[in-house]
């Protein structure tokens, strides 16, 4: 088949690598699978002291990135008091933030792709900690929103590139497990975030000191990276770093025409939608929770009620998001490389029945926050450890069905898909359903009591979140029909190009 004429999509590519191994007897590209196996199966075992480095240092502004994240909604009501804004205005703070970081995420998967990943991280590192800074001193909301979107910025060209550099570094089963590593810092960080943002503020009585914790921490990381973190060339452990780049549209197309790839970004942003939407209100929800609990639904609260637990339920929230990450991620990605042996679409499948099961559990915890708080939290906590399952597995996912010189600009596409349907709007959306649904639900209700109905208004918009999971399982399950074959197209291409340089001495342009 001559190769000018064969079309740029993953079908047809698959069929054009099929004819030629059986037109030409397979026993080259048999032998080119069987030298990338050998040198795969050899460092597949060993780690050397400076990828270990370079993993934890990786690991490390992961968890800060998101310590920095989720800070605001442990300091929420603060911030609302100070500024003196409602549900709906202080939910663009977390939406402003995402748009900003899923707009640039595609610049910097697109650079990231072709020059020093160093570079571009430290400068978003530098950036993202500079803009936090600046923003704890604003006294204008629409200053302190600026801010935030800026720190967007910076965040996005960490969390594209990131992910890329330990897909570099490592392959199959021990590429599974430092991503279970890497993104098993994204629930610890967040509940770290919650929890020094209640305790800085219990600490020195202003919420702006929670913000001035991770600036300090972003610039000692530039350095590490500098020393320490090393670039490796792109797809150096499969034997692909003989495949070149090709032109950024190209790059594009191939993803939309790659399903499993699609399918598992749609599943991706169901994820996103309801961790943004439960990270921003579920402390302050849980609060609300706990108050009418403990003054009781029937009698006439005092809207002023300053207890000395106030930020109880942004601190439990922390503990059980962290806790249910440090199981979750790690056990999600252990079931795939055990269930992966004997299906290949166990990955998709585990995240299609973690997000289905998750949604009763999720639904259970809302409808008992004002009953039994113990029964709520370990509801909550069952319903993030199965939503945890999901994180390395789909980065796993991305990372074996794209070719290496397109993981960056994959990634970046990721970020920008799940963000501007995910949770750059879930936050906003349920602060605008919760006030646009506040007076039908002040007419309906015996208990005009404020807090009563503030808890009411905001139970019935997060029950949004149920049906988004539920959708979120259909795509994962959909993309176990595609998974196996977009896989073996991406390794085929690999020890094409492997055989192609070792005959010619040169690698020929990205055919996927």
Request: with cysteine.
């Amino acid at each position: 088949m001559d190769r000018s004429t064969s079309v740029t999509t993953y079908s047809q590519q698959h069929l054009v690598v099929n004819e030629e191994i059986n037109n030409s007897g397979s026993s080259d590209v048999k032998q080119s699978n069987s030298s990338i196996n050998n040198n795969n199966n050899n460092s597949n075992t060993k780690i050397s002291k400076k990828e270990w480095i370079t993993v934890l240092i990786l690991c490390f502004i992961n968890l800060i990135n998101y310590m920095d994240r989720m800070t605001i909604a442990g300091i929420l009501d603060e911030i609302q008091t100070h500024f003196k804004v409602e549900n709906d205005t202080v939910g663009l703070l977390q939406t402003a933030f995402i748009v900003s970081y899923m707009i640039f995420a595609p610049l910097f998967g697109y650079l990231g792709d072709r020059y020093n990943r160093k570079i571009i991280m430290s400068v978003g590192i530098f950036l993202w900690s500079l803009t936090t800074l600046l923003g704890s001193y604003q006294n204008n909301f629409y200053w302190f929103l600026f801010y935030r979107m800026c720190v967007g910025i910076g965040e996005a060209s960490y969390s594209t590139i990131a992910p890329t550099i330990i897909s570099d570094l490592f392959i199959k089963d021990t590429r599974s497990k430092m991503l279970a590593l890497f993104y098993f810092a994204i629930p610890v960080g967040s509940g770290l975030g919650y929890i020094t943002g209640s305790k800085m503020l219990k600490l020195t009585g202003q919420w702006q000191w929670a913000l001035r914790l991770t600036p300090p921490l972003g610039i000692l990381t530039i350095l590490l990276i500098y020393l320490f973190v090393r670039d490796p060339p792109k797809g150096e452990k499969e034997g692909g770093s003989h495949v070149t780049t090709t032109s950024w549209s190209n790059d594009i197309k191939a993803l939309i025409n790659n399903p499993s790839f699609m399918l598992s970004t749609g599943g991706f942003t169901c994820v996103s939608f309801v961790t943004g939407a439960l990270s921003f209100w579920a402390p302050k929800y849980l609060q609300l929770g706990i108050d009418l609990q403990n003054n009781g639904i029937n009698n006439q609260l005092d809207n002023n009620i300053n207890n000395e637990n106030d930020n109880s339920a942004t601190f439990s929230f922390g503990v059980i998001a962290m806790t249910a990450g440090i199981i979750g991620v790690p056990l999600g990605s252990y079931m795939a490389q055990k269930l992966r042996l004997r299906w290949q679409q166990a990955d998709p499948l585990i995240c299609a029945f973690g997000l289905f099961i998750s949604a009763p559990f999720v639904f259970l915890a809302l409808i008992s926050a004002n009953g039994s708080t113990y029964v709520c939290y370990v509801l909550i906590f069952f319903g993030q450890l199965l939503l945890n399952l999901n994180w390395s597995i789909v980065a796993d996912i991305l990372l074996y069905i794209v070719i290496p010189t397109r993981r960056s600009t994959a990634e970046a596409f990721q970020i920008l898909v799940a963000h501007a349907l995910g949770d750059a709007g879930s936050p906003y959306l349920i602060g605008v359903v919760s006030n646009a649904i506040t007076p039908m639900v002040r007419e309906l209700s015996i208990n005009t009591n404020d807090k009563f109905i503030e808890f009411r208004s905001i139970q019935y918009a997060l029950f949004l979140t149920i049906f988004i999971e539920i959708i979120g399982s259909l795509f994962f399950f959909i993309t176990a029909l595609h998974i196996e074959k977009d896989k073996s197209v991406v390794d085929l291409t690999i020890a094409e190009n492997f055989l192609e340089t070792k005959n010619n001495g040169q690698a020929e342009s990205t055919r996927l």
